[in-house]
């Protein structure tokens, strides 16, 4: 067995093992997922979900969002930071995507197959793999495996990426380490060890339930915080 998919393997087991199967806040369809993400990026999750609540409780239509006044969504989604990028970023995308399919939907992306999914979301300003990675696997059902802050720093750390590895290569890097059907619970298990353990500064490794399989721990031996 090819020595990298053995031990991405094995932690995968530990962290099933630890955290169990993680579950996904409930599917958003396609275009809100879309919208939301793009919200979410260099944010948390809470400063995302307050942006995109206030926006659609504003908007109940994201016509009514792409046709809104510039100044009023980022006035809305301020609070997941950087809104004078994000806002004229989303109204570009709802632009452009009634532009090509002549209505404001994403439904259509279901009858297509995985690539075609990918190349046609990121060909829009402000979605990158990353984004485009989360519709996929959360709201369309298809194989895809996203790659955050958090995944990066700890596949980086555990050695499931080659290093000075670039965000973009690692996805499709992960993506043929882990199985397809492993994506979801090892996208989110590898979030929550990196925001509760496997901390940007100060890891946690003494704590970290699979340090016996992390290159960084052995090469370090780090000491708890």
């Given at each position: 067995?090819?020595?990298?998919?053995?031990?991405?393997?094995?932690?995968?087991?530990?962290?099933?093992?630890?955290?169990?199967?993680?579950?996904?806040?409930?599917?958003?369809p396609p275009?809100?997922?879309?919208?939301?993400?793009?919200?979410?990026?260099?944010?948390?999750?809470?400063?995302?979900?307050?942006?995109?609540?206030?926006?659609?409780?504003?908007?109940?239509?994201?016509?009514?969002?792409?046709?809104?006044?510039?100044?009023?969504?980022?006035?809305?989604?301020?609070?997941?930071?950087?809104?004078?990028?994000?806002?004229?970023?989303?109204?570009?995308?709802?632009?452009?995507?009634?532009?090509?399919?002549g209505t404001?939907?994403?439904?259509?992306?279901?009858?297509?197959?995985?690539?075609?999914?990918?190349?046609?979301?990121?060909?829009?300003?402000?979605?990158?793999?990353?984004?485009?990675?989360?519709?996929?696997?959360?709201?369309?059902?298809?194989?895809?495996?996203?790659?955050?802050?958090?995944?990066?720093?700890?596949?980086?750390?555990?050695?499931?990426?080659?290093?000075?590895?670039?965000?973009?290569?690692?996805?499709?890097?992960?993506?043929?380490?882990?199985?397809?059907?492993?994506?979801?619970?090892?996208?989110?298990?590898?979030?929550?060890?990196?925001?509760?353990?496997?901390?940007?500064?100060?890891?946690?490794?003494?704590?970290?339930?699979?340090?016996?399989?992390?290159?960084?721990?052995?090469?370090?031996?780090?000491?708890?915080?």
């Open positions: 067995m090819n020595t990298s998919i053995d031990k991405a393997r094995q932690i995968r087991n530990k962290l099933i093992k630890v955290y169990g199967e993680p579950v996904w806040r409930n599917p958003l275009l809100d997922e879309l919208v939301s993400t793009i919200l979410s990026q260099n944010t948390n999750d809470i400063n995302r979900d307050k942006a995109f609540d206030r926006l659609v409780a504003k908007f109940p239509r994201w016509e009514l969002v792409r046709d809104a006044p510039k100044e009023t969504v980022i006035e809305l989604i301020r609070p997941a930071g950087l809104a004078n990028q994000k806002g004229p970023r989303i109204q570009q995308v709802l632009r452009d995507i009634t532009k090509e399919k404001l939907t994403l439904e259509f992306l279901k009858k297509l197959d995985t690539e075609d999914v990918r190349k046609w979301l990121l060909r829009f300003k402000g979605v990158g793999p990353k984004t485009a990675a989360i519709v996929m696997l959360f709201s369309l059902d298809l194989y895809a495996f996203p790659v955050d802050t958090h995944v990066y720093r700890v596949s980086g750390r555990l050695g499931l990426i080659p290093n000075k590895m670039n965000v973009s290569d690692a996805h499709t890097h992960l993506e043929k380490v882990f199985a397809e059907s492993q994506y979801y619970d090892v996208h989110l298990n590898l979030i929550r060890l990196g925001r509760e353990v496997c901390r940007a500064r100060k890891p946690k490794c003494l704590q970290c339930p699979i340090n016996t399989l992390c290159e960084y721990w052995l090469t370090n031996k780090t000491t708890p915080t």
